[in-house]
Each structure stands twice: as C-alpha cells, then as structure tokens.
C-alpha cells in the first residue's frame, strides 16, 4: 500500500533530511552505512569527537528518517534508510529538469539573436 502524505508533511521531512545532510560529519556518517550496516563505535572510528557527540549527530540522522538502530544484540547496528534520500533526490530532479529547461531556452535566444546579428 502505498502512504499518501501532505505536502507539508513532505516539506518538514525534506527540510530534516537536507538539514541533516548541511553537516559534513553526518553526510560521512551516510556515506559510511551506504556501504553496509554499521556500530555507532564504527561510526565513531574516523571522527575525533565524543561518543556523545556521535550519538547527537545519528539522533539528528535518525529524526530525519536516514537511519535506522536495529534492537539486534547490545550493539544496535545502524542502518542507512534510502526512501528519505529517494525523496530528496527526486525533488533535486525537479529543479533540475526546471534549469536545464531555461539553459535551453537561454541557448535558443542567444543562438537567435547572435543570428541576427550577422544578419
């Protein structure tokens, strides 16, 4: 079944992901679970910050619906939740697809009127 959400709802989840994405710690912290499921001590390894801090930068992942704790074992693997990225990706795609068409249509007037020019 697929879920309908307002578009409100879709803006606030698209504003936490791309603020949790603003950060260059938690934007390595998605790189690293894209690559596999991971510890929060794994996590941690290549940051010379707190286990604190780590742990406030995966609530911060978490509440924008990135990532995932499992309740396996003590030591409650992270894993990365695409969906949010997905969303994210194909609101990017929007615009994008908006700028490539004004580039064109910028290249089509400048093409006619350098044209003209010469003419």
Do not use: I, N
Not at 73 to 93: D, I, T
Request: with cysteine; hydrophobic share 40%; proline share 4%.
């Amino acid at each position: 079944m697929v879920e309908k959400r307002s578009p409100e709802v879709r803006e606030q989840q698209l504003d936490a992901v791309f603020g949790a994405l603003a950060d260059p710690t938690r934007r390595a912290m998605v790189r690293r679970l894209a690559s596999g499921d991971a510890t929060v001590g794994e996590l941690a390894e290549p940051f010379a910050m707190s286990f604190q801090a780590v742990s406030k930068h995966l609530r911060v992942l978490e509440l924008a619906g990135l990532v995932e704790r499992s309740r396996r074992a003590q030591q409650r693997p992270c894993k990365l939740r695409v969906e949010p990225l997905v969303a994210a990706s194909g609101w990017l795609g929007d615009y994008h697809e908006l700028w490539e068409s004004s580039f064109d249509r910028l290249d089509a007037h400048l093409t006619k009127k350098k044209g003209s020019a010469h003419a």
